[in-house]
Nanobody, 114 residues
């Protein structure tokens, strides 16, 4: 099993920045794919970004150029740097890991509002 714990969410004004962190622990290492998903109220959960252990990344079109995913394999941690935040980025952000994406964190709320 893998446990994922997110941190870094909060309230930010439009145009602001936040950095999310997710620390993985447990008995299944190394983890190849780690990523971030988000779920806005009343909407389906969607992929934001993911990164392989080697550093290959992919992003949702809606966040390209604004968000950056990175990871520190030595710390079993994945990050999501979010810049130029928009109200439509408001959602609960979930960390995800595993070859089949089977492990989830509990989520951290990000609210973008003036």
């Amino acid at each position: 099993q893998v446990q994922l714990v997110e941190s870094g969410g909060g309230l930010v004004q439009p145009g602001g920045s936040l950095r999310l962190s997710c620390v993985a622990s447990g008995s299944i290492f190394p983890i190849n794919i780690m990523g971030w998903y988000r779920q806005a109220l009343g909407k389906q959960r969607e992929l934001v970004a993911r990164i392989s252990r080697a550093g290959t990344t992919n992003y949702a079109d809606s966040v390209k150029g604004r968000f950056t995913i990175s990871r520190d394999n030595a710390k079993n941690t994945v990050y999501l740097q979010m810049n130029s935040l928009k109200p439509e980025d408001t959602a609960v952000y979930f960390c995800n890991a595993g070859a089949a994406g089977q492990f989830w964190g509990q989520g951290t709320q990000v609210t973008v509002s003036s």
